[in-house]
Nanobody, 115 residues
Framework: QVQLVESGGGLVQPGGSLRLSCQTS????????MGWYRQAPGNQRDLVAD???????NYADSVKGRFTISRDNAKNTVFLQMNSLKPEDTAVYYC?????????WGQGTQVTVSS
């Protein structure tokens, strides 16, 4: 079972920035994909951004141009740089990895955007 440890969440004002990190216990190049989902209270868990083994990135329309996903292969860590944050970005953010159809999840980190 892959272990994922997230960090970097917190409280930020609208327009501010946060950087989430997710360190995995496995080699990230062994994963077909990894990235971030988020879930707000009463909502389903939705994809925010992911990156595949080739480095191809994918973003939800709501975060395009504001969020950037990247990875450090040597540190087995994936990052989510979040800029121009909005109150509607408030959610628990979950890191995930996928090998074929098997998903592993982190424990989640809270992001709250509020003045």
């Amino acid at each position: 079972q892959v272990q994922l440890v997230e960090s970097g969440g917190g409280l930020v004002q609208p327009g501010g920035s946060l950087r989430l990190s997710c360190q995995t216990s496995g080699r990230i190049l062994a994963f077909n994909a990894m990235g971030w989902y988020r879930q707000a209270p009463g909502n389903q868990r939705d994809l925010v951004a992911d990156i595949d083994s080739a480095g191809t990135t994918n973003y939800a329309d709501s975060v395009k141009g504001r969020f950037t996903i990247s990875r450090d292969n040597a540190k087995n860590t994936v990052f989510l740089q979040m800029n121009s944050l909005k109150p509607e970005d408030t959610a628990v953010y979950y890191c995930y990895t996928r090998i074929l159809v098997k998903y592993s999840w982190g424990q989640g980190t809270q992001v709250t955007v509020s003045s």
